[in-house]
């Protein structure tokens, strides 16, 4: 029963968020418990629908002292209009450190993303099994 609990949660987490006409999609964090590391990275896919630009004003979590949106090469992540803006690992992405506790495959990550025209949403991200592809 709880593992098809836990199959059922990923599945409706996996699923988009909206906040106005930005869509979340795909978003997933790294795994920290086998490398004792107390940060981890979000990666995900942002789609702005509207006929303006938006832009990723911040990002916070109530599992870790600090949340920040990683912009590579300075500035903001900007969201075209009608276009999609992917964060990963190696770009623009969202910075998790000092967290509460490990994270393992299978857990969630609440998050709180805010943009400039867009608002606030709240997501659950799950936490990748690195081993799976």
Known sequence: ????????????FALPAFAGD???EAAYAY?????GENSTIISMTL???AK????????KSPIADHTEVFVKNAGNIELAAG???VLTPQT???AVSGLKKPLTAGAMVPLVLTFEKAG???IEVPVKDMGAR
């Open 31 to 35: 795994p920290t418990a086998a490398t």
């Open 52 to 59: 303006h630009k938006d832009r990723l004003v911040s990002a």
């Open 92 to 94: 623009n992405h969202i």
């Open 47 to 49: 789609k702005n629908s």
């Open 1 to 12: 029963m709880k593992k098809t609990l836990g199959f059922l949660g990923a599945v409706l």
């Open 22 to 24: 930005v869509q979340v």
């Open 83 to 85: 276009k999609r803006t």
């Open 120 to 122: 606030e949403v709240s």
